[in-house]
């Protein structure tokens, strides 16, 4: 009788510690005013799960969207200096951390990343450390993406890969999900990516320190509203950045 009482008392603190899990999802922005109130809709549809729009003060009065939808489960963090993707992307995870969530999910704002994979992540993170959402992986693709775009992405990615030595199949992956002991161990105030290649940079880092990083597939849309950010000096920008931190590794400075 005492073992069963035991068993259950055990039962019962698991349970409440599962059920007490934080989960936020982190949205760099910066001109998404056409998207963001809609997307941040689509994410409060899961349950328990926060949402952080990190805005780099978009001219475009993104963040007064926000700003207007704001309660206890939807925030706002308004950059106003040092602007940028990456530095954005480091807020955000900052935030999540001092606020103790347990899963950080980042995405991007534009419905290139469907909320509705977000149960998927929550399911996968109980077996790794880090999910990414996959466009590499069976069951994954990409739509209305012109053939160009998907030949640079391939390139890019097979370029990222050797150069890392990052076994994942999508490298360039922004839809992904943290355990907080993963952002807490790589050392985010010593992120030297500004813009996008924060993405890669994160990996990387991950990947160094040993953690296992898992991939579901997701489809990837083009955006249908609003305008991309990533142009050619962004993209040969984030290829310089992989070269230099593979460099920095082979000196010893990361």
């Not at 926060?50 to 308004?78: E, F």
Request: hydrophobic share 45%; with cysteine.
């Amino acid at each position: 009788m005492l073992v069963n009482l035991m068993i259950y008392d055990i039962f019962i603190y698991l349970l409440k510690f599962i059920m007490c899990m934080k989960t936020i999802v982190v949205v760099p922005t910066y001109n998404e005013k056409e998207n963001i109130a809609n997307l941040i809709k689509e994410i409060l549809k899961v349950k328990d799960v926060d949402v952080l729009v990190v805005d780099d003060n978009s001219p475009d009065g993104t963040w007064k969207i926000v700003k207007g939808m704001a309660d206890k489960r939807v925030n706002l963090l308004l950059r106003t200096k040092n602007r940028g993707r990456g530095l954005a992307g480091i807020a955000g995870f900052k935030y999540a951390v001092e606020n103790k969530y347990d899963y950080i999910i980042e995405m991007d704002a534009d419905f290139s990343h469907d909320p509705k994979y977000i149960p998927d992540f929550l399911e996968k993170i109980k077996e790794c450390d880090v999910v990414l959402g996959s466009r590499a992986v069976k069951g994954g693709k990409q739509v209305g993406r012109p053939l160009l775009r998907r030949l640079i992405t391939r390139l890019a990615n097979l370029y990222i890969r050797i150069l890392l030595g990052l076994k994942v199949n999508d490298c360039n992956s922004g839809y992904r999900c943290f355990k907080r002991k993963v952002l807490e161990s790589i050392n985010l105030d010593t992120m030297i990516s500004r813009g996008p290649s924060i993405v890669q940079e994160v990996l990387y880092k991950v990947r160094l320190k040993g953690f296992k990083i898992r991939e579901i597939p997701i489809v990837f849309t083009e955006r249908e509203e609003g305008s991309s950010k990533l142009g050619p000096y962004l993209l040969w920008k984030g290829y310089v950045m992989v070269l230099k931190l593979r460099f920095l590794r082979l000196v010893g400075r990361i």
